[in-house]
Antibody, heavy 126, light 107 residues
Framework: QLQLQESGPRLVKPSETLSLTCTVS??????????WGWIRQPPGKGLEWIGS???????YYNPSLKSRVTISVDTSKNQFSLKLSSVTAADTAVYYC??????????????????WGRGTLVTVSS | DIQMTQSPSTLSASVGDRVTITCRAS??????LAWYQQKPGKAPKLLIY???SLESGVPSRFGGSGSGTEFTLTISSLQPDDFATYYC?????????FGQGTKLEIK
């Protein structure tokens, strides 16, 4: 059974960089059938896609966050990671990692999320 | 960016009711739409993809329809486990966006 688990600091100071890692178990992050992504949800609010990555390192980012986001993959550890720089209180949210099915013929993601981690609340505060 | 608008924002219904939630896109997205269910404190769960394809393991009382800019999620006979918040998501472009959510409450 596929499982995704987010890990990282729960409290980040304003202007610093938020760093999270998603560990995938029960499946290979190197599969050509899937992308891997990050989504966030501020308390009491809706969902916002942050970005997605393929095992090859190909990435897609939300244009509204692109200048501050870096997503990377470590296939040897079956993990992918998120870095969000220059955070403010508006970045306080539950951060989820998730899997996206991909079209193996084109190498492009379909764009929907079929497996999700449980999420981790990250608070930006001094 | 493609904007997704759900209606209603809140829906009150009873067990056994048939309910419909609507999602409208600001431009045509073909059939590239997914629906999710989220319960408090939990991650969203995929229900429907490609507008009308039922995810494996999801009960058949859930159904999706539509194309272009207007889509619906229908629950044919509400069960107690269905009271939750529902989100639509477009993935027509490489920048996916979600609707604001519809909270389904017990009447």
């Amino acid at each position: 059974q596929l499982q995704l688990q987010e890990s990282g600091p729960r409290l980040v100071k304003p202007s610093e960089t938020l760093s999270l890692t998603c560990t995938v178990s029960g499946g290979s992050i190197s599969s050509s059938s899937y992308y891997w992504g990050w989504i966030r949800q501020p308390p009491g609010k809706g969902l916002e896609w942050i970005g997605s990555i393929y095992y090859s390192g190909s990435t897609y980012y939300n244009p509204s966050l692109k200048s501050r986001v870096t997503i990377s993959v470590d296939t040897s550890k079956n993990q992918f990671s998120l870095k969000l720089s220059s955070v403010t209180a508006a970045d306080t949210a539950v951060y989820y990692c998730a899997r996206l099915p991909a079209d193996i013929l084109t190498g492009y993601p379909y764009g929907y999320f079929d497996y999700w981690g449980r999420g981790t609340l990250v608070t930006v505060s001094s | 960016d493609i904007q997704m608008t759900q209606s209603p924002s809140t829906l009150s219904a009873s067990v056994g009711d048939r309910v419909t939630i609507t999602c409208r896109a600001s431009q045509s997205i073909g059939s590239w739409l997914a629906w999710y269910q989220q319960k408090p404190g939990k991650a969203p769960k995929l229900l429907i993809y490609k507008a009308s394809s039922l995810e494996s393991g999801v009960p058949s009382r859930f159904g999706g329809s539509g194309s272009g800019t207007e889509f619906t999620l229908t629950i044919s006979s509400l069960q107690p486990d269905d009271f939750a918040t529902y989100y639509c998501q477009q993935y027509n472009s490489y920048s996916q966006t979600f609707g604001q959510g519809t909270k389904l409450e017990i009447k």
